[in-house]
């Protein structure tokens, strides 16, 4: 099968699109034709070398976290999935070896729930992480009701703008800041977009004057730094991106009741994965560069299999 790997740690030019051996399935695992995987800025990080003193790396590595396909074959312990199943996963492990970015990937059947039935490929590979950290991060950590305001710094991101979603349905008022670039789409997700920069205290406070109740964190630096400036009395601040003092750091773990959750809400109309750019497994390289360089706009970059 053709896949992408790297022999050594490195940025994008040491990704290769190779002919691999095609996944053995064990007693547990279910064997995925893959038709789209996202890309992830912790696939660059750790290609890197930048988890090297936490996580091994056996080579070739192939990366890869986030799958969204067809089952192939399941394993002799596995009732729960069949052949032909449509699926998504968040399929991480902990050694750099066995990813998503290739045309089969053999993962344990504790990774994996139904792809969502209105989703395009893309948009469910694209669900499983930026989900996980978004719900988890809304729902778990940051405890969003009804009625309150939250404010997600990088709110047009691949997290941000999902996190803006599940809050909303949650009942929360949604205040997302940004670039210019991105205060159409911020709109079209039913955030109030202000103005990342000098003058963001002051635009928060016109909309909330007693401060935002949660604060949520996804980019933008030096925005920590602000909380007591744009929160309320005992506001709940996290981040997936940094860590402060009083910032609790939200790290995305497996847990199939929440991504089930997320893909109903997806088939609810309630969540909508942006996608800025799709591109084929050969092209992994360039994909990825784009993905270091800021993307394309709000979303996910996925690769689709032919």
Known sequence: MKAIIYRRYGGPEVLEFAEVSEPKVAQNSVLIRVKAAALNPADHVLQAGLGDSIMDAWFPVIPGWDVAGIVERVGAGVTEFAVGDEVIGFVREEILHHGTYAEMVSVPASTLVRKPNNATWAQAAGLPLAGLTAYQAIVHSLHVTKGETVLIHGASGGVGSLAAQIAIAQGARVIGSGSVLTHSYLR??????????????????????NGVDAILHCGGRGALALNARLGSTGVRVCSVADSAPGVTTVFARMDQADLLQLVELVEAGLLIVPVAAVYPLEAAAQAQLTLINGGKGPGKIVLEMD
């Open 188 to 209: 079209s997700i039913a955030v109030e977009p202000v103005l990342y920069g000098e003058g963001l205290v002051g635009e928060v406070r016109s909309l909330v004057p």
